[in-house]
């Protein structure tokens, strides 16, 4: 599973990084960074939580 988080769509609200810390993180205003695209399939499901809770829809699951 692969990722992608728009940084110009993010309201740096850390849903994510609360949600799936392991993969999201947040840069010195606020706004997400991936820490992979890439999701380890242990941790696919807190990552769909997390994607679908964002509040601005800046995360998305990237489908191949």
């Keep these: 599973m692969r990722i992608a988080g728009d940084r110009e769509i993010c ?3 850390g849903v994510c990084v609360m949600t799936a810390d392991k993969t ?4 010195e205003d ?6 992979s695209d890439h999701v380890s399939a ?3 499901s807190i990552v769909r939580n997390a994607v ?4 601005s829809g800046a995360l998305r699951i990237v489908t191949d």
């Design 11 to 13: 309201m740096a609200a």
């Design 24 to 27: 999201f993180d947040q840069d």
């Design 30 to 35: 606020g706004i997400v960074m991936l820490a």
């Design 42 to 44: 242990g941790e696919e």
């Design 52 to 55: 679908r809770m964002c509040p």
